[in-house]
């Protein structure tokens, strides 16, 4: 995301940095070239003038000309300007004292909404919360259905509704029920259409009047662009939306949507849509969506991410085991395993800042399949091979590759990465890493 954006204001800031003084006429020459590349990427117009000219008075205030480094002080008025754009303050859920918490999912047809109802109650049930769903949507075929098949998929009670036919009765037995069955949260996934009608609008205000939601959240195609921003002004305006979900992200590659949309509706993006699986949707952070666009990174959310995946057992125990040169390929296997639960190589690469050793990994085009490949090659190995390397003759090494499906220097490259990939994580595991993991204790095992 963010992908072309992101290259072109890097060079921008680039030539920015040659210049000793900061006058007028280089202002004005950088913020035309930010101008162009904000355009480029579908940046809502106004949004665009409102954003160039708080950074003009800034840039050419005191503040700029009196620093040691002007350059530097004019892409942090440039980030600070870009969070203002995207809301400031990262926006959380807001629940309510009733039981249970409502949330009115709206949007067009083909915006992703009904997945996403799936998305956040996956998400709430990550955070201990107990939701349900239910689909509101009489009229298109099945779409009860596939809401039931979403639910099913992520282990979340959707309510059924057979035999109502009205989306209100069907919103307030659902309510009814989540209360009865002690579900704290009741999300509701609203009919859409393929263009915004009075019919869906009135419908969805009943909705609201009748259920008294602590949330209305759009559900916004982000690859849709400035289509998209129009469509989250009218349903703010008629509906009093609460936040915004932006879908599809990870395939939008300019980024005009969600640099427009808070501006314009005056409503927070509450969370993104980042890939296809039920856990791809993430809580939507400013400052460090804009530390992405400028190249800074994210390494907080790639921190939080792996909090939230990675066994702190496993880790400790593979700490241990390179401090006694006992880490195994088994061990590796385990740890790409791990990583692969992070989500794609290219969104975590993404996330690195582009400086220094990670200045050119968010190009990397890492394939999916070698770690696939890999896993596969480790697997046909006896448990004995895996747990000594050494002993992986030529003979065992053809017995391998026939047996994974690949070719023996395949093989020979697995176990040169295992042994580097060992060495490089031993390093590691002495320093700060270390330090930290050491002061963790495993719990105790059962006695005797």
Known sequence: MFDALQDKLQKVFKTLRVQGVLNEETVDEVLREVRIALLEADVNLNVVKALLERVRVRALGEEVKSSFSPAQEVVRIVRDE?????????????????????????????????????????WLAAKRRRPM???????????????????????????????????????????????????????????????????????????????????????????????????????????????VILTKLDGDARGGAALSIHHVTGQPIKFIGVGEKYDALEVFHPDRMVSRILGM??????????????????????HRKLQTDTFSLEDFRDQLRQVRQLG???????????????KDAAKARVDEKELVRIEAIINSMTKRERANHEIVNGKRRKRIAKGSGTSVQEVNQVLRQYVQTSRMMKTMSKGLLGRQLSKVQLPAGPAG
């Open 82 to 122: 870009l969070i203002g754009i995207l809301g400031g303050d990262t926006s959380f859920l807001t629940f309510s004292k009733d039981y249970p918490t409502v949330f009115l999912l709206v949007g067009l047809q083909g915006s992703g909404k009904t997945t996403t109802a799936g998305k956040l109650a996956a």
């Open 133 to 243: 769903l239910v689909s509101t949507d009489v009229y298109r075929p099945a779409a009860r259905e596939q809401l039931a098949i979403v639910a099913k998929a992520i282990d979340i009670r959707c309510f059924p509704g057979e035999g109502i036919t009205s989306p209100i009765e069907l919103a307030l037995a659902a309510r009814k029920d989540a209360s009865d069955r002690g579900n704290d949260v009741l999300i509701v996934d609203t009919a859409g259409r393929l263009h915004i009608d009075e019919e869906l609008m009135q419908e969805v205000s009943d909705l609201r009047t009748k259920l008294r939601p602590s949330e209305v959240l759009l559900v916004a195609d982000a690859m849709t662009g400035q289509d998209a921003v129009r469509s989250a002004q009218e349903f703010h305006e008629r509906l009093g939306t609460t936040g």
């Open 297 to 318: 990174g994210d390494v907080l959310s790639l921190i939080e991410k792996a909090e939230e995946k990675i066994d702190k057992q496993k880790a400790l125990e593979v």
């Open 344 to 358: 794609s190589m290219e969104q975590m690469l993404g996330m690195l800042p582009k400086i220094g050793i990670f």
